[in-house]
T-cell receptor, first 114, second 116 residues
Framework: GAGVSQSPSNKVTEKGKDVELRCDPISGHTALYWYRQRLGQGLEFLIYFQGNSAPDKSGLPSDRFSAERTGESVSTLTIQRTQQEDSAVYLC????????????FGQGTRLTVV | AQKITQTQPGMFVQEKEAVTLDCTYDTSDQSYGLFWYKQPSSGEMIFLIYQGSYDEQNATEGRYSLNFQKARKSANLVISASQLGDSAMYFCAMREQDSGTYKYIFGTGTRLKVLA
């Protein structure tokens, strides 16, 4: 596609439910990044993929968070047993490679846990 | 300790004037990268400019320039000839390399309002 696509754009879920957030990067981009942005705050780096591998998962906030990428394309961020503090906008970005300076962001998924 | 510090929560500038958004950083790495992103009210993050720690020249991209002062660990963004469309949140970010992997740290942002 022309840009980074994220779905859903909005998600309201009940506390304790699992959610899956999807990111379709720009075709040919080998690096893919996930960030979390709480209301009125800066971006919190969660994880990145080079190809299908995530070199470092230590940025994930807890073991309820997991992410995977397949086919060097689509990535899914899964949050299990959601909590109210998980409410945020989850942003995905991609770049040509992990060292490329310019990353292109999607519009984000606004997650609300009620 | 904050790795990226943006001390100006909000800034105003008159249209057509220049404005400087401050950013200081803290790292012990020799190799790192510094970025500025713009986030309009619509929410998307837009890459503006990048400076590598070994780059001797300040980065410039059109009306954007990065005033890189390595010894002071500052990476201020200068926007020349401000336009109404420049009104947005601006984030400074740093990329460090740790054990062969990259880590990205963002500042808390500066909200810029351009006045007509």
């Amino acid at each position: 596609g022309a840009g980074v696509s994220q779905s859903p754009s909005n998600k309201v879920t009940e506390k304790g439910k699992d959610v899956e957030l999807r990111c379709d990067p720009i075709s040919g981009h080998t690096a893919l990044y996930w960030y979390r942005q709480r209301l009125g705050q800066g971006l919190e780096f969660l994880i990145y993929f080079q190809g299908n591998s995530a070199p470092d998962k230590s940025g994930l906030p807890s073991d309820r968070f997991s992410a995977e990428r397949t086919g060097e394309s689509v990535s899914t961020l899964t949050i299990q047993r959601t909590q109210q503090e998980d409410s945020a906008v989850y942003l995905c970005a991609s770049s040509l490679s992990e060292g490329a300076p310019e990353a292109f962001f999607g519009q984000g998924t606004r997650l609300t846990v009620v | 300790a904050q790795k990226i510090t943006q001390t100006q929560p909000g800034m105003f500038v008159q249209e057509k004037e220049a404005v400087t958004l401050d950013c200081t950083y803290d790292t012990s790495d020799q190799s790192y990268g510094l970025f500025w992103y713009k986030q309009p009210s619509s929410g998307e993050m837009i890459f503006l400019i990048y400076q590598g720690s070994y780059d001797e020249q300040n980065a410039t991209e059109g009306r954007y320039s990065l005033n890189f002062q390595k010894a002071r660990k500052s990476a201020n963004l200068v926007i020349s000839a401000s336009q109404l469309g420049d009104s947005a949140m601006y984030f400074c970010a740093m990329r460090e390399q740790d054990s062969g992997t990259y880590k990205y740290i963002f500042g808390t942002g500066t909200r810029l309002k351009v006045l007509a």
